[in-house]
């Protein structure tokens, strides 16, 4: 956790931007039968019927500093698919960068060695040297500020059946576009005295 919030203390660098990366997903709901649209001041309602469509997975992608946000849909949420994201970090997004400071969650898939799973091993330690890597804790997430753009994201785009993968990547790319004529960066607070304070009892007892 610490070390998580060394690196928000850290000042906007571009050859260094601070990155953090998120992954949720999406049931692919599609309708049974065609739609009537509301009336004029009345909400739109779904039939109780509707078929499975599959399941949709987005990354999010958040350079908190500036208020960038980008949202990327796959149809998995492999090690292979983590690693296609972080090489377009490196060849896309950040390619003058010297290198990309990441956080993110600590899941099976979010490791170094699954670069050398898709890739062959010259590329694979190419987009590993770029990388500086620092997992959120156990259970800490919620220090993950992709996990809050995830949030928005969901509360304004994705409280509503969605049906296919081409409809969600719509919505992500049109939600992205917005938020890129208003970017808002994120001022983070929360610091690592206020979580020796706060959050006292996670802390090992010293006996003096």
Same mark, same amino acid.
Not at 179 to 187: E, F, Y
């Given at each position: 956790?610490?070390?998580?919030?060394?690196?928000?203390?850290?000042?906007? *660098? @571009?050859?260094?931007?601070? %990155?953090?990366? *998120?992954? #949720?997903? $999406?049931?692919? =709901?599609?309708?049974?039968?065609?739609?009537?649209?509301?009336?004029?001041?009345?909400?739109? &309602?779904? *039939?109780?019927?509707?078929?499975?469509?599959?399941?949709?997975?987005?990354?999010?992608?958040?350079?908190? !500093?500036?208020?960038?946000?980008?949202?990327?849909? #796959? +149809?998995?949420?492999?090690?292979?698919?983590?690693?296609?994201?972080?090489? +377009?970090?490196?060849?896309?997004?950040?390619?003058?960068?010297?290198? =990309?400071?990441?956080?993110?969650?600590?899941?099976?898939?979010? %490791? $170094?060695?699954?670069?050398? +799973? #898709?890739?062959?091993?010259?590329?694979?330690?190419?987009?590993?040297?770029? !990388?500086?890597?620092?997992? #959120?804790? /156990?259970?800490?997430?919620?220090?993950?500020?992709?996990?809050?753009?995830?949030?928005? !994201?969901?509360?304004?785009?994705? *409280? &509503?059946?969605?049906?296919?993968?081409?409809?969600? $990547?719509? =919505?992500?790319? /049109?939600?992205?576009?917005?938020?890129?004529?208003? @970017?808002?960066?994120?001022?983070?607070?929360?610091?690592?005295?206020?979580?020796?304070? $706060?959050?006292?009892?996670?802390?090992?007892?010293?006996?003096?």
């Amino acid at each position: 956790m610490e070390d998580v919030l060394d690196v928000y203390k850290r000042p906007y *660098d @571009p050859w260094r931007p601070l %990155v953090c990366v *998120d992954e #949720t997903s $999406k049931q692919l =709901i599609g309708e049974t039968r065609e739609e009537i649209p509301p009336a004029p001041g009345q909400l739109l &309602r779904y *039939d109780y019927e509707y078929k499975r469509n599959g399941v949709a997975n987005l990354f999010m992608v958040a350079e908190p !500093l500036v208020g960038r946000c980008e949202v990327k849909v #796959t +149809e998995r949420r492999t090690k292979m698919d983590w690693a296609q994201l972080m090489k +377009e970090f490196v060849d896309v997004y950040y390619r003058d960068a010297e290198k =990309i400071v990441l956080v993110m969650d600590n899941l099976n898939t979010h %490791v $170094k060695s699954a670069l050398c +799973e #898709t890739f062959p091993p010259r590329e694979a330690k190419r987009i590993a040297d770029k !990388l500086e890597i620092h997992y #959120t804790p /156990k259970h800490g997430s919620w220090l993950n500020m992709a996990e809050i753009e995830l949030s928005v !994201l969901t509360r304004q785009r994705l *409280d &509503r059946r969605i049906s296919d993968m081409e409809m969600m $990547k719509q =919505i992500a790319a /049109k939600w992205c576009k917005e938020r890129r004529r208003h @970017p808002t960066p994120v001022n983070w607070r929360f610091t690592t005295d206020d979580a020796r304070i $706060k959050l006292k009892r996670l802390y090992p007892s010293v006996q003096n």
